[in-house]
């Protein structure tokens, strides 16, 4: 997979998801939502929280495409703001590090 710069640069998606996620910025709360949407602490590094909601993200987006009864667009939201809030916290150095 390529690194978290230009895995984000070539994620596309409806933007009535990005702007509702934007607009969802304002709400994150790390401690809360990350345990709940990764099961993963806040303490652990913005790059490991990333690569695991880019997993997650990618998993909903192909759920949405196929058309699947299960997919939630409450949660694709969710995940997409927890994404761009986690990318906020990685310094620009850090995002051309190859992700798994």
Known sequence: MPN???FLAKLRRPKIL???ARHGLSDYNRKRDLVRLTGQ???RPSTSIVESLISQEEEIEETRRSGDASYR?????E??????????????????LTIR
Do not use: D, G, N, T
Request: aromatic share 0%; charged share 15%; glycine share 0%.
């Open 41 to 43: 602490s806040p303490r």
């Open 18 to 20: 990005v702007s509702a």
């Open 73 to 77: 667009v409450s949660h694709h939201i």
């Open 4 to 6: 978290i710069e230009a």
């Open 79 to 96: 995940l997409l703001v927890a994404l761009m809030a986690e990318c906020r916290l990685i310094p620009r150095s850090v995002q051309s």
